[in-house]
């Protein structure tokens, strides 16, 4: 069993950044991700590492959004520079080991 805390969330002006956390409540071996999901869409990939550190990122944020994990401390991070209104949604964590782990989210609001 594995718990996913995020935290970080809340609103931010256009061009604005925010640092997204998410903890685990054991060492995860497995890839992490975020992923988000805006009013009305489908939840979508945002980014993903592995223990070793690969990275993948969607096009949409890519060179505006950093995910990076301490693995020490069992957390994954997600940091988002350069924010949009079209970026405002749930985000949320997530593993997968045996099944799929998803946190329960935490709102990122970008408006003027």
């Known amino acids: 069993q594995v718990q996913l805390v995020e935290s970080g969330g809340g609103l931010v002006q256009p061009g604005g950044s925010l640092r997204l956390s998410c903890a685990a409540s054991?060492?995860?071996?497995?890839?992490m991700g975020w992923y988000r999901q805006a009013p009305g869409k489908e939840r979508e990939l945002v980014a993903t590492i592995t223990y070793g550190g690969s990275i993948t990122t969607a096009t949409s944020v890519k060179g505006r959004f950093t995910i990076s994990r301490d693995n020490a401390k069992n957390t994954v991070y997600l940091q988002m520079n350069s924010l949009k209104p079209e970026d405002t949604a749930i985000y949320y964590c997530h593993t997968h080991y045996l099944i799929d782990y998803w946190g329960k989210g935490t709102l990122v609001t970008v408006s003027s």
């Open positions: 054991r060492t995860i071996f497995s890839t």
